[in-house]
């Protein structure tokens, strides 16, 4: 009996035993897991943000035009432009502004006097955008080529515009003057443009 007794006891304590060593391993093993882990997010996770940031964004080290790909677009007004430029001479063939002051082309004429005339834009780019331009060209196919008598039509052409630029966008509006080729100036008879009638952005263009 005696021999059983501590045979049954040992049997016990090696069931503790093997019961501490169990548990003694699945800590460890536990531990090991989450250490071997934190090591392999830290060193891995630099190359996980480089990778989306190459797939997400564009480099631009390379790039002509670090924007959208929407900017590197010329848009048709500058394609116009470009081609009027071929033409810009006083001297070339009469240009839709000629047309619609001589009436052989409508318009929607917001005010007309013996000096300029202002319309409506065909091709508006705000609620409001209309036109004032000089009724005689005389040469001023740009306002990079106004001469020196001509200062008082250009303020002539200025302040008909802000008259009715205020009445019609009593909240604010925007004045233009295309210049040029790379100005996107489409049309060379020089013609001041004057929108609004809502939150416009800046920079421009």
Known sequence: KLINCCCFSSKQTDCHLFAILGMLTHKFLSFTFLAVSARAVKSFSPVAVNLSSSLGTKNTSTSKYPYSSSAQKMSDEVEKAQEAAKLAADGSPPTIFDKIISGEWSSDKLYEDDKCM????????????????????????????????????????????????????????????????????????????????????????
């Open 118 to 205: 202002a319309f409506r834009d065909v091709n508006p780019q705000a609620p409001t955008h209309f036109l004032v331009i000089p009724k005689n060209r005389d040469g001023l196919t740009q306002l990079s080529l106004a001469r020196e008598d001509q200062k008082e039509l250009l303020g002539h052409l200025m302040y008909v515009a802000q008259d009715l630029g205020k009445k019609e966008c009593p909240e604010g509006f925007r004045l233009i003057v295309n210049d040029g080729k790379d100005g996107a100036q489409s049309v060379y008879h020089l013609h001041l443009h004057v929108m609004g009638g809502r939150q416009l952005s800046w920079p421009p263009g």
